[in-house]
């Protein structure tokens, strides 16, 4: 293992800088401290790959020595296009060690969405799985940017290169100098750009630090009851800060064992719980219910999971029941927030699933939470406003943004956007998002109440429920359903099914049953597509 210098290369002359020195606390740092603490631990498995911390540190170092050869420097925006793997873990610390800032790009966007934040984040540098280089071309020709280096993920099993591209693994991963870089990283400079979109046409890039990450992992660890001894299956994609921030740093941070999968299969994910004894899983709710479908659940041996966790969407109470029942003795956490919080915000934890069915807990270690209306007044408990919180962990604001930064921090708070309700205890419960908001003859409905009785229904997988235009109501609740395996589910009954238990301006007056929901990377259901898929329903019904 090539240790991290214990004195700078040139020695300060003045007394602040000896001081900010020794009080040096870089992003980077993380790694290299818990392989100075566990040299010897497994740190990361990727397929066959096995890297012990002392290894994957070293890995790291002849990587970002690379990347300065080529001419990555301090404040350089970096930008990452690759589904899991282990150079993505590794590139991502490298471009850390230089002060360089990691911007992670969805894998599912197409080219000319891609040459946008190319354009926007003014990227200096692209790290690619080959796969997808074809489509990196093509964004890099239509944003015209100039970039310094550009790297490319070998996940083929053939040994070629795609024209123009480097191999990180051949190229950068060797490189001769595995020493530390020595560069004097500001703890409140930016280390990370991620783009989130939200209603907008155009993402927004949100900037976050050195100090809001080791903030929020401050606060997921503590609250979500994280430890050295943890080994923990990574499935839901890195260029997402949910598995990245809440979950596979934190286990670096903490010398815990990560193993890294492509993509969140169920059969991949079950056979791997059983096989390397994983004690701890995050998945969005879909993913979950992918699991307990799965033929081969009740044969998987699950007895060393002890934590599980859930986000990015809301769960449904009957999935929260099944798994408890099927996973007898796991403690499971909610973590509710958004990339702009690093991401988390409030944490369910396992003794209050039961007893606070469907909220989304109380706030973080470090973060204020506050429920608001119109004019940004606290509002009394059980009154619906909008969630706003207050944190170190909150982003610097929208890069080249100013307008949507000022808006989203007026009056000193972040304003999230989601509609909540707090009761007498403190604990949120999430109403929905503020776009998902369904405004139906007068009345204001929200959609997570309505799938929740939905879900009670025995036949029901899967649902999606959103507004669809009408005539006379201005919307209409509508509700997309995904019977269960060997089920079928007539929508008349359906309809029939929720009017007896709700109340009529909220019970759905459109079923539609399909194969599958729309889903992106991360697991969230797409409803927007949903919406346009199905915008003409509303005028069919009276």
């Not at 170092?61 to 970096?78: F, I, K, P």
């Not at 998902?436 to 999606?464: L, Q, W, Y």
């Not at 729309?518 to 927007?528: D, E, Q, T, Y």
Request: glycine share 6%.
């Amino acid at each position: 293992m090539t240790m991290n210098p214990t004195t700078p290369s040139q020695t300060p002359t003045d007394l602040p800088a000896l001081i900010a020195s020794a009080r040096r606390n870089r992003f980077g740092d993380l790694l290299w401290r818990s392989a100075a603490r566990t040299p010897k631990k497994t740190a990361l498995i990727y397929n066959d790959l096995r890297q012990t911390f002392a290894e994957l540190d070293e890995t790291v170092n002849r990587t970002a020595n690379a990347l300065a050869a080529r001419g990555v420097t301090q404040g350089d925006h970096v930008a990452i296009l690759s589904h899991n793997n282990h150079a993505f873990v590794v590139v991502r610390f490298a471009l850390a060690r230089l002060g360089a800032v990691t911007v992670p790009i969805n894998f599912m966007l197409q080219a000319s969405e891609i040459a946008f934040i190319l354009e926007n984040a003014e990227a200096r540098g692209m790290i690619v799985e080959d796969a997808l280089a074809a489509t990196a071309d093509a964004a890099i020709a239509e944003s015209k940017v100039q970039l310094k280096v550009r790297g490319s993920i070998r996940e083929k099993n053939d040994k070629t290169v795609p024209a123009g591209w480097e191999c990180v693994q051949d190229a950068w991963m060797t490189h001769a100098d595995a020493t530390a870089p020595d560069i004097a990283i500001d703890d409140d400079a930016p280390v990370q750009m991620l783009y989130t979109s939200g209603t907008e046409s155009r993402p927004k890039g949100a900037l976050l630090t050195g100090r809001c990450l080791y903030s929020h992992y401050a606060t997921v660890i503590i609250d979500g009851e994280m430890s050295s001894e943890d080994i923990e299956v990574h499935s839901l994609p890195l260029y997402h800060c949910a598995q990245l921030d809440c979950f596979l740093t934190p286990d670096i941070y903490l010398g815990a064992t990560s193993i890294v999968l492509a993509a969140p299969d169920a059969g991949t994910l079950l056979k791997t719980i059983q096989s390397e004894k994983v004690t701890k899983l995050f998945c969005p709710p879909t993913v979950w219910i992918a699991l307990l479908r799965h033929p081969a659940f009740d044969k998987t041996d699950l007895s060393s999971l002890k934590k599980g966790y859930y986000g990015a969407s809301i769960m449904p109470v009957e999935i929260i029941k099944e798994i408890s029942q099927r996973i007898p003795g796991i403690r499971l956490f909610n973590f509710y927030g958004q990339t702009e919080l690093a991401p988390l915000a409030t944490v369910l934890k396992p003794e209050d699933q039961m007893r606070k069915l469907g909220s989304a807990g109380r706030p973080g270690l470090n973060v204020e939470t506050r429920v608001v209306d119109d004019d940004d007044k606290p509002v009394p408990p059980g009154t619906v406003g909008e969630i706003v919180h207050r944190s170190p962990h909150v982003t610097l604001g929208y890069w080249k943004n100013p307008e949507k930064t000022a808006e989203a921090f007026r009056n000193g708070w972040f304003h999230s956007g989601d509609l909540g309700v707090m009761d007498d205890e403190g604990y949120l419960t999430v109403v929905d998002r503020k776009k998902d908001m369904i405004k139906t003859g007068g009345e204001n409905v929200a959609s997570r109440e309505v799938e929740e009785i939905v879900f009670t229904h025995p036949a029901v997988s899967e649902v999606a429920v959103f507004g669809v235009p009408h005539p006379k109501w201005i919307e209409a609740v509508m509700a997309v359903v995904v019977p269960r395996a060997g089920q079928t589910i007539s929508p008349d009954e359906l309809l029939r099914f929720c009017r007896d238990r709700m109340a009529g301006y909220k019970a759905p007056k459109i079923v539609e049953v399909v194969d599958a929901l729309p889903k992106n990377a991360s697991g969230k259901i797409l409803k927007r597509e949903l919406r346009d898929r199905f915008a003409a329903k509303g005028s069919s019904i009276g």
